[in-house]
């Protein structure tokens, strides 16, 4: 049994190998293009979600080339595909850099793919835009975070649920994926939650694996748990496919949003998309983005995306956005610099401002995280969020969090002289360590 | 029954006029009513000194009134007052602006209020930007055609852009569902009563207990009677009755049995004393101790549930693997190729023939089986009858196959997931005692069962079954005997494929249907097949079953990341002591 299965990881890697070098562009050698890295999954697992986001690169590149391109040059995206195969991010992400010269690398959606590729680009020194929400506790020289980071999505949601229009929310399910992103984030909303009073009797923790998809232990445990007479509600951290079993089986054991509301922090339109949404009306969301924002921006890019993507159900969600953002720095930044070197585009990228989609300005700051306004949503009967709740102004992203004691003295200032993603305030020294 | 009558049927002698005498809210618009009242409101009523608590027992008497009478049509003054009062929706700037107005139009306590509100709730209400006129939206085509928001009367069609969606957020639909149930308390369909006195249950009050004394007095249903008496309970726990009241309503409560109970209950203990908190104290022992037994039948059933899903995507295997011995990695594909067989039968019905979509899966399966048989028999053709008896290669190639089909299912249809709806007889769940049982799990059990039915009888009682287990206990000697055996071999192939197809119709009920669908089943098929005794389809049935059972028994202690391990773990040993799974197969066939 041993010997098989390590040949079939054989096999599957070297399907995935040749897979990806089908995938990648013949790499020219001409001067006069840029060339930017798209690193997302076009097969395996996470090809469900980074598949958008390479489609949305693609489109953002055809866009900035038909506004002159970049430094008089046209960009070239070149595309691989890590095929869903963590260490397959770090091999590729390495043949980018090496050997097609790549100016700047977009992508990874899992932490543990942003993990493996983190020692490439810090050794080949290059720039990652990592365009996904994580549990934070890192802030790396090469890498800018566009996702959010828990303060820019977890802890508003719960502020929200506590809030009056929220329901006044005092017993708290926190329901994840056994992976490093739930755990870090219910860490920290487990601390904050006690920080702000609750009991821990309140608290329900619980994992369930990846693709999860027989929920109903868990939903009837959430309903147990949710009679006991106070308000309720559920903070998810499930993530892809397991999100639409737990929706159906939520919807079909008759538990209403009016009752027992699920916040999830990783359901957007596009997982609502393989679901009839009429039973989960009222439920919630937290982003920094929804299709349904209603700015000229917006309403522009859906429109291009409908037609870049030639189908106008298509949805667009918070990552893309995230890109859209984070492209858009990086074109500034390399016109500011006047070069593609990476080295000068990491000084020049912080303060730089850009509009986002929803309405106002997103800035880089020195931690190498943006600044997002935060938006509750609640699930419409036709698959889309309408905003309920939205912060007064921008939330700057904090890798490291305040309320877990590791990382509370921590903080990441990228410009000269500190130039330390983890100093220590309290010791005075750069190199403190965090959760994980 | 234990609970004092109301306090309007205890005197019923004051004339109604006197009603009227300090309130005009809304029974001086409906003098008539009242002269026709067969219960007038007593003199209790009369005599109370404040104004605030005579303005909701006027109200609640009113809807006494109005359930007695049944609905009668509002007079024009109180449509006028109603409308004004909607328009206010047109100004609120916010959640809690919108709020007050609905608090303001349920205080009229007029029936008619019922479908602006329920249309409210469900995000039907909206603005015309033009004139800033309320009605009620419903999406027909690109337009929305615009309701009057009272009599529900067509009054137009508008575009989208020319209004406002009135937002609406949990909150406010919970607000709007306990007003609602008040005032849905003689609807004349027993199933809003129903849910009304549900409603009312949830959410206490002391001033339902008078119109659920109405209620009661008028309701004829001895089962929707019950459950008013129940609500009543809840809000005389909340009232500032007497403690006799309480603990008779402690006994009704308790004796409800289910969570809502003791939810209430719960709260009913932490903010009482004496003897009510005793009573309450005792009461909530006795239901813990029923749910728990309740609490071990659900954990059988969702393991005999979670059985026949591991069956039905076993079931295919277990021909290919168990009776063909072909280490079959595609065997997930074949049934996300079934899943997806159902979602283009159902975008074509959706798109075609919108009033077939009940029939959907049934159309699907003849469909799926077909796809999946065809895609098994060319896997079958063109490369496993090469690789019969190298095992290693089968299992290679097959994984190949499996990759294969994923991305071409990719590239057609997509990565993202597709949606597959459910047949509205698949949907939502039935109460036994206090087990909630889905329907789609429980038509799932059925079909797991019927499709190993007649597997079973294809392998045992027709002639290709036996040509199939001829070629399988000893293909020479079948061969010589006339059996023409790579038809068989591809045959059968065919067979089990198309099995996991008709598997994945049930499967797209429950879970994604994305290219990944076939990967979350391999595993658990292989562990089926081979705990259960490779080359037995009892084996099959019995294997699934106890693994669902281990699994959901373990998962409420374990957690589901835990429980899995611990069952493979189990599994391992088990394969260790018995390395032919439960059922072993005796005889040549074994040592061939």
């Given at each position: 049994m041993r010997g098989s299965f390590s040949t079939i990881t054989k096999m599957l890697s070297a399907g995935a190998v040749t897979a990806g070098l089908l995938m990648s562009f013949p790499a020219r050698a001409a001067d006069d293009t840029i060339k930017v890295g798209i690193l997302h999954s076009l097969s395996g697992t996470m090809a469900i979600s980074e598949t958008t986001l390479k489609d949305a690169m693609l489109m953002l590149i055809d866009e900035q080339n038909a506004k002159g391109g970049l430094l008089g040059k046209k960009l070239e995206a070149v595309v691989?595909?890590?095929?869903?195969?963590?260490?397959?991010?770090?091999?590729?992400?390495?043949?980018?850099?090496?050997?097609?010269?790549?100016?700047?690398?977009?992508?990874?959606?899992?932490?543990?793919?942003?993990?493996?590729?983190?020692?490439?680009?810090?050794?080949?020194?290059?720039?990652?835009?990592?365009?996904?929400?994580?549990?934070?506790?890192?802030?790396?020289?090469?890498?800018?975070?566009t996702g959010a980071a828990p303060n820019q999505q977890a802890i508003p949601a719960v502020d929200y649920l506590m809030s009056e229009d929220g329901g006044s929310v005092k017993r708290w399910v926190l329901e994840g994926t056994d992976y490093v992103y739930p755990r870090t984030t219910n860490k920290i909303l487990e601390a904050y939650l006690k920080a702000k009073g609750v009991a821990a009797e309140d608290i329900m923790v619980n994992y369930t694996p990846f693709g999860f998809s027989d929920w109903q232990t868990e939903v009837s445990a959430i309903k147990k748990f949710g009679s006991a007479g106070k308000k309720t509600a559920v903070v998810s951290t499930v993530n892809g496919d397991a999100n639409v079993p737990f929706y159906k089986e939520l919807g079909n054991q008759g538990i209403k949003a009016e009752d027992i509301p699920v916040m999830a922090f990783s359901v957007g339109e596009e997982e609502l998309a393989g679901l009839d949404t009429a039973p989960l009306v009222g439920h919630l969301a937290a982003w920094n983005y929804f299709q349904s924002i209603d700015t000229p921006e917006n309403a522009k890019f859906i429109a291009d995306w409908h037609k870049f993507i030639k189908n106008d159900k298509r949805t667009t969600n918070d990552p893309m956005e995230a890109h859209y953002v984070g492209f858009n720095m990086w074109v500034k930044a390399v016109e500011k610099a006047g070069t593609t070197d990476p080295d000068k585009v990491i000084d020049a990228v912080i303060g730089v401002s850009v509009p986002n989609l929803t309405g106002g300005y997103s800035t880089m700051m020195p931690n190498h995280h943006i600044t997002k306004p935060v938006l509750i949503g609640e699930i419409q009967a036709d698959g889309q969020f309408e905003t309920v709740s939205q912060t007064p102004g921008l939330v700057m992203g904090d890798e490291w969090s305040d309320y877990l004691a590791d990382s509370k003295d921590l903080i990441s200032d990228w410009r000269a002289p500190l130039s330390c993603g983890n100093f220590n305030v309290a010791t005075g020294k750069c190199g403190g360590k965090g959760t994980n | 029954m234990s609970q004092p009558a109301s306090a309007a049927a205890r005197e019923p002698t004051d004339p109604p006029g006197s009603v009227v005498d300090f309130s005009t809210t809304w029974t001086a618009t409906r003098p008539g009513e009242l002269v026709l009242s067969s219960s007038p409101p007593g003199r209790e009523v009369?005599?109370?000194?404040?104004?605030?608590?005579?303005?909701?027992?006027?109200?609640?008497?009113?809807?006494?009134?109005?359930?007695?009478?049944?609905?009668?049509?509002?007079?024009?003054?109180?449509?006028?007052?109603?409308?004004?009062?909607?328009?206010?929706?047109?100004?609120?700037?916010?959640?809690?602006?919108?709020?007050?107005?609905?608090?303001?139009?349920?205080?009229?306590?007029?029936?008619?209020?019922?479908?602006?509100?329920?249309?409210?709730?469900?995000?039907?209400?909206?603005?015309?930007?033009?004139?800033?006129?309320?009605?009620?939206?419903?999406?027909?085509?690109?337009?929305?055609?615009?309701?009057?928001?009272?009599?529900?009367?067509?009054?137009?069609?508008?575009?989208?852009s020319e209004i406002t969606k009135i937002k609406v957020n949990n909150t406010l639909r919970r607000a709007i569902r306990d007003a609602l149930g008040t005032l849905t308390l003689g609807a004349k369909d027993p199933a809003a009563r129903i849910a009304a006195a549900d409603t009312m249950f949830k959410t206490p009050d002391a001033t339902n207990i008078e119109p659920l004394d109405a209620a009661i007095a008028s309701e004829t249903v001895g089962s929707v009677k019950a459950l008013l008496e129940q609500a009543r309970a809840a809000s005389v726990m909340v009232s500032d009755r007497p403690e006799a009241d309480k603990l008779a309503a402690v006994a009704l409560i308790g004796g409800r049995g289910d969570r809502n109970a003791l939810s209430l209950l719960t709260a009913v203990e932490a903010n009482s004393e004496g003897a009510v908190k005793d009573a309450a104290t005792a009461a909530i022992a006795n239901i813990n101790s029923t749910l728990a037994l309740w609490d071990a039948g659900q954990n059988i059933w969702y393991g005999i549930s979670l059985g026949s899903v591991l069956l039905l995507a076993a079931i295919g295997l277990a021909i290919t693997f168990g009776v063909m011995g072909v280490i079959n990695m595609a065997h997930g594909e074949m049934v996300m190729l079934g899943a997806y067989t159902t979602f283009v039968v159902q975008e074509v019905i959706r798109n075609s023939f919108p009033g077939l979509f009940d029939w959907s899966l049934v159309i699907a399966l003849p469909l799926a089986f077909s796809v999946a048989a065809l895609v098994g028999l060319v896997i079958e053709r063109g490369v496993i009858r090469f690789l019969y008896g190298r095992p290693l290669e089968t299992l290679l190639a097959t994984w190949g196959v499996s990759l294969i089909l994923q991305q071409a299912v990719r590239t057609i249809f997509g990565p993202t997931n597709q949606e597959v709806g459910n047949p509205s007889w698949m949907s939502g769940s039935f109460g036994i005692g206090q087990l909630?049982?889905?329907?789609?799990?429980?038509?799932?059990?059925?079909?797991?069962?019927?499709?190993?039915?007649?597997?079973?009888?294809?392998?045992?009682?027709?002639?290709?079954?036996?040509?199939?287990?001829?070629?399988?206990?000893?293909?020479?000697?079948?061969?010589?005997?006339?059996?023409?055996?790579?038809?068989?071999?591809?045959?059968?192939?065919?067979?089990?494929?198309?099995?996991?197809?008709?598997?994945?119709?049930?499967?797209?009920?429950?879970?994604?249907?994305?290219?990944?669908?076939?990967?979350?089943?391999?595993?658990?098929?292989?562990?089926?097949?081979?705990?259960?005794?490779?080359?037995?389809?009892?084996?099959?049935?019995?294997?699934?079953?106890?693994?669902?059972?281990?699994?959901?028994?373990?998962?409420?202690?374990?957690?589901?990341?835990?429980?899995?391990?611990?069952?493979?773990?189990?599994?391992?040993?088990?394969?260790?002591k018995r390395p032919r799974g439960l059922f072993a197969l005796k005889g040549r066939s074994v040592e061939a």
């Open positions: 691989v595909d890590p095929a869903s195969n963590w260490p397959l991010f770090a091999e590729k992400a390495r043949e980018l850099i090496s050997k097609d010269k790549v100016a700047a690398v977009f992508g990874c959606w899992t932490s543990v793919s942003r993990k493996s590729v983190l020692p490439v680009f810090s050794e080949l020194d290059n720039i990652l835009f990592y365009p996904v929400q994580y549990e934070g506790e890192e802030s790396e020289r090469n890498v800018f975070y | 009369s005599t109370l000194k404040s104004r605030q608590k005579s303005m909701v027992l006027t109200r609640a008497i009113g809807l006494t009134l109005l359930l007695l009478l049944g609905m009668l049509s509002p007079s024009n003054a109180a449509e006028a007052d109603l409308r004004a009062i909607i328009a206010k929706f047109a100004t609120a700037s916010n959640f809690s602006a919108t709020e007050a107005v609905v608090r303001e139009l349920v205080a009229t306590g007029d029936t008619a209020v019922e479908r602006p509100l329920g249309a409210l709730a469900e995000g039907d209400l909206y603005v015309r930007k033009a004139d800033s006129l309320v009605f009620i939206g419903k999406a027909a085509g690109g337009s929305v055609a615009l309701l009057d928001p009272l009599s529900g009367e067509k009054s137009g069609d508008a575009a989208k909630a049982v889905t329907w789609n799990r429980l038509w799932i059990l059925v079909f797991a069962l019927g499709v190993f039915a007649v597997l079973l009888y294809v392998m045992k009682r027709t002639p290709w079954g036996l040509q199939m287990r001829a070629v399988t206990a000893n293909r020479r000697m079948a061969a010589s005997m006339g059996i023409r055996t790579p038809w068989v071999d591809a045959l059968t192939f065919a067979l089990g494929s198309g099995i996991a197809g008709i598997a994945g119709v049930a499967l797209s009920q429950i879970d994604n249907v994305s290219p990944n669908l076939g990967r979350g089943y391999i595993i658990d098929s292989f562990m089926v097949v081979v705990f259960g005794g490779v080359g037995n389809l009892w084996g099959t049935l019995v294997g699934a079953f106890s693994l669902g059972i281990v699994n959901k028994f373990l998962e409420p202690y374990a957690g589901a990341v835990l429980g899995k391990i611990v069952v493979l773990v189990l599994i391992i040993l088990f394969i260790q």
